[in-house]
């Protein structure tokens, strides 16, 4: 469970309630099923409008991944190609062709099968890279359908409230109705921003953020396997793909300390 995305959905919405309950609101004003329809069946009909239906349908199922997704372990993926690394340096390339069934990322599989069959390094590059661009197009688009719901519900609200308005005007000769009726034709409104601003937008972000996650990862598997078909020594191979790992998550990049280099080392010894 991502405990960022739920604590601060509950945060934002204890705030809002808790700060109309001190105004002497209460929680039954704001609760019309009426204006809930009319702000989620208009903004779902203009989304459906705008993308495909199979676009839609995997936006919906992706809801998940903004509250509960489990995120790449780049820990496990570094040390099986560091493993991979030390093998092809003893044994060669061809050796790891017996450890392909016990690999579980397809995009690592695919990628060193390549290298196994003896692919060069710069086909192996176009073919994986020309795969993980044409993925990123599809995944991109999955945050754009929430960016859309986010422009549409607000509008959509105001839509509610004039429908609202107008209900109202029936009833000017009863100027309680008329106050009441008011009230209530706004509470679409806050259906619409409230949906925009705590939901969908947030959503979007967050599902962006997993997905340059999941495409960073892929970058170090596709630099990785051309390492080790170059034949690059697995020390190196291991230090140069941690940095991947460091800029996904910046709080370790900055705890890390620098290791000094070879040159470095030459030098103090000399010394």
Same mark, same amino acid.
């Given at each position: 469970m991502d405990i960022a995305s739920i604590g601060g959905i509950i945060l934002a919405l $204890? *705030? !809002?309630?808790? *700060? @109309?309950m001190i105004e002497g609101g209460s929680i039954s004003?704001?609760?019309?099923?009426?204006? $809930? @329809?009319i702000v989620l069946g208009g903004t779902a009909g203009a989304v459906m409008l705008q993308f495909p239906m199979s676009i839609f349908l995997a936006a919906c199922k992706d809801v998940v991944k903004v509250f509960m997704h489990?995120?790449?372990d780049g820990e496990a993926?570094?040390?099986q190609i560091?493993? &991979?690394? +030390? #093998?092809?340096? /003893? %044994? *060669? !390339?061809? %050796?790891l062709d017996s450890d392909l069934n016990r690999i579980e990322d397809p995009f690592l599989k695919q990628a060193l @099968?390549?290298?196994v069959d003896g692919t060069e390094p710069e086909e192996v590059r176009t073919i994986m890279q020309l795969q993980l661009d044409n993925r990123s197009e599809i995944d991109e688009k999955i945050p754009a359908v929430f960016e859309a719901a986010g422009g549409y519900s607000p509008t959509i609200g105001i839509i509610g409230a004039v429908l609202g308005l107008i209900q109202v005007m029936k009833n000017l000769? +009863?100027?309680d109705e008329v106050g009441r009726g008011i009230a209530t034709a706004f509470v679409a409104t806050i259906y619409g921003v409230a949906l925009a601003n705590l939901i969908c937008l947030p959503a979007a *972000? #967050?599902? /962006? &953020?997993?997905?340059?996650?999941?495409v960073m990862q892929k970058e170090m598997i596709l630099e990785g396997v051309i390492s080790i078909l170059e034949g690059m020594n697995p020390r190196m191979l291991e230090m140069k793909l941690r940095t991947y790992l460091l800029a996904s998550k910046p709080h370790e990049a900055q705890d890390a300390k620098p290791q000094p280099g070879k040159a470095a080392r030459r030098s103090e010894a000399a010394a």
């Open positions: $204890a *705030g !809002i309630l808790a *700060g @109309m004003q704001i609760t019309q099923p009426t204006a $809930a @329809m489990r995120g790449p993926v570094l040390a560091v493993e &991979f690394a +030390n #093998k092809a340096r /003893k %044994s *060669g !390339i061809v %050796s @099968m390549l290298a000769d +009863n100027i *972000g #967050k599902l /962006k &953020f997993r997905h340059r996650e999941e």
